[in-house]
């Protein structure tokens, strides 16, 4: 028995999420048919991140135990051959038997593209949320620095989660132009549901002046849902990466 | 009556290319169902370009007559509540009555994007042809710079082509690396039927080492679809736009 840890790209725009669930297509139960082809295993994977329905990844991770004889690093080609092009294994490698993705220490990157322009490019369409109204970038960048260190997150996690604590760490949010799109990249040791998106719909109300950048501070520490903005939509972002502090 | 230029914007993925046809669904066709909703009238479109079946745009352009008393740049916003997401009308304006897309001259400018990696993007499955081998970037673009200017594109037109003249001119071809992406970028005052895609097939070869630079000047002289290199997929083409020389 050895266990492989794979790193996963997808689109998607067509799943259900990451996660297994009964009547609805996801991304595990793509993976576990692909690696049932591989292996004539009924494969149980423990994913990195649950990504939400229609959120994108280009670097979420899972772990899986295995008996067959294929060396780690070949079971992304060998995956890959039995998964829809929306879906791919970008890499995948032999790691400890203890390893597991959610008890090791790790950092995970998300990015959030705005496209701010009048008509939708519909080239990008699934990849970007659309804002017609110009945004205060400057705003937006004040407000965002609130954000970063150690804090509770409830006002910025989706009402009804069961999780114990709502702390979590922030390490970097970065603010960035690339042409019409403005990049929300944030850097973190673990993120609440939805928690990414509420901070894109958050400093989306910040750029469009609803606000200024240290009410940032009292939606923070009043600790409630109704005071932070509207979940940004699903499509905009995209899980670009895990960092195990040990592998 | 007036006439109307429009910019349109598509994803070609979930279309049989512009130019309406029986039994299949076109970009022409969701644009003469838009503008009748809009108008009330069967709108005949004159487009610039008849891009194939899976090509996207970003700037293919269009005229038409309509006796509606819509303002011209107002058709964009009209029209586009009636279009489905995959395509846009990006800009629309009135233009004289005599002005016809393919009697003016013209430039227009395609860029093919080739992903350079071994296991393809699943996000930018739809917008890039995966080649997983090195290319020598060098080497395209000494094979490339023999392309421009004036020249019977014979070798580098789809076999079966009604067209009179094969001559065309390339005014320029630019090739640039964007992270793991190639770009070749063409600007030409017109384009035979798959022209393009024929270029970025042979570039491609020349990238991959097949043969030297120089035997791109045997390529074109010998007027011979036979010995350019495959055409590249639809997919990783875009229109990017038209300029008129004169509006």
Redesign the interface.
Known sequence: MKRILITI???GTAYAGFQRQENAVTIEERLTEALFQVTGEEIELIGGSRTDAGV?A?GNVAVFDTESSIPGEKF??AV?RHLP??????ASKEVSEEFHPHRVPSRKTYRYRIQRAS?????R?A?TWQIHRGLDIQAMKEAAAYLVGEHDFSSFCAAGSQVRSKVRKIISIELTENGDELWIQITGNGFLYNMVRIIAGTLAEAGLGRWEPPHMQEILEAKDRGLAGPTAPPWGL?LVGYEFDME
């Open positions: 790209a997808y689109e994108h280009l992304a080609f890959n092009p929306d879906i791919r294994v970008m008509i939708q490019d519909p080239l369409r990849f995209v």
